[in-house]
């Protein structure tokens, strides 16, 4: 794989997105978004350098799964 196809890879698959970016594909509002997340009814996000990110991948299982969650956020 070139460079480029890694970089456009990347670009169409990321593994972590933002709230901005995980509230369009739930097609809600950040503020939403944010509200959900305080009540504990998203996937934990990940932390690091300021930013809060989500794992791509585990949201689509979220989504996937009917968005419930596991028996430790209830």
Do not use: Y
């Not at 070139?2 to 970016?21: H, R, Y």
């Not at 995980?22 to 504990?40: D, E, F, N």
Request: aromatic share 6%; hydrophobic share 45%.
């Amino acid at each position: 794989m070139s460079m480029f196809e890694v970089q456009v890879d990347e670009v169409l698959n990321p593994l972590l997105i933002t709230a901005a970016e995980l509230a369009r594909m739930m097609q809600i509002s950040t503020r939403t978004l944010w509200r959900l997340r305080s009540a504990g009814q998203l996937p934990e996000p990940v932390r690091f350098a300021g930013t809060v990110r989500w794992r791509l991948a585990q949201i689509k299982k979220w989504i996937a799964d009917g968005c419930q969650m596991s028996s430790a956020h209830q």
